[in-house]
């Protein structure tokens, strides 16, 4: 398999549920990072990681836990989210080096 | 970040090129032009990037204006598939800012039979 791949593709939960997100990159980079998208609105980035290191936390609240074990896989813990969190979830993976980023499918995310 | 300004959305015929525009007039000597596209429910998808010659590959061409102040993104023969949100991203330049992509609203280009 290739590229950025995300799993679930789709995920509904109520907000005492726990669940996790999981991003796995094929392309031997050492960057990954979480977007979230909301509808109608531009992506925001959440955090970003380089070689498994956490640099940046984009003013995410705590109920967003990301985890990256190694170069390769990403994931972001969920818990006791809210409605308005629901949004679709984008996993992406670069260089560190340069701007050129590549995406995952994303996992659309709802929360009742 | 320099800031980007792009139209809200295009339309284009299929078969012609679409020329998206986009304006960084605050753009510093060392900072990059970066497009991305992102078709409906999907994640965006890198095109190119530039920092003052143009550049082609086999996605697009893009052509940064001498001053730097502006760019195009030049899709030669549009069809249908390439409808989707187009953005312009000038990141900030190099060192511990790599990957701090800043995404707009893009542009929405809809390509039409």
């Known amino acids: 398999e290739t590229g950025v791949t995300q799993t679930p593709r789709h995920l509904v939960m109520g907000m005492t549920n726990k669940k996790s997100l999981k991003c796995e990159q094929h392309l031997g980079h050492n960057a990954m990072y979480w977007y979230k998208q909301s509808a109608k609105k531009p992506l925001e980035l959440m955090f970003v990681?380089?070689?498994?290191?956490?640099?940046e936390n984009n003013s995410v609240p705590s109920r967003f836990s990301p985890e990256c074990p190694n170069s390769s896989h990403l994931f972001l813990h969920l818990h006791t989210l809210q409605p308005e969190d629901s949004a679709l979830y984008l996993c992406a993976s670069g260089t560190g080096l340069a701007d050129t980023q590549y995406f995952g499918p994303g996992t659309r995310l709802t929360v009742l | 970040d320099a800031k980007t300004t792009q139209p809200p959305s295009m339309d284009c015929a299929e078969g012609r090129a679409a020329n998206l525009p986009c304006n960084h007039s605050t753009i510093s000597g060392n900072e990059y032009v970066y497009w991305y596209r992102q078709i409906h429910s999907q994640g965006p998808q890198y095109i190119i990037h530039?920092?003052?010659n143009n550049e082609t590959n086999e996605m697009a061409s893009l052509i940064i204006t001498e001053d730097r102040k502006s760019s195009t993104l030049i899709l030669p023969h549009a069809t249908l598939r390439d409808t989707a949100v187009y953005y312009c991203i000038v990141p900030p330049p190099g060192g511990t800012s790599y990957g701090k992509l800043t995404f707009g609203q893009g542009t929405i280009l809809t390509v039409h039979p």
């Open positions: 530039g920092l003052k």
């Open positions: 990681y380089n070689f498994k290191e956490q640099t």
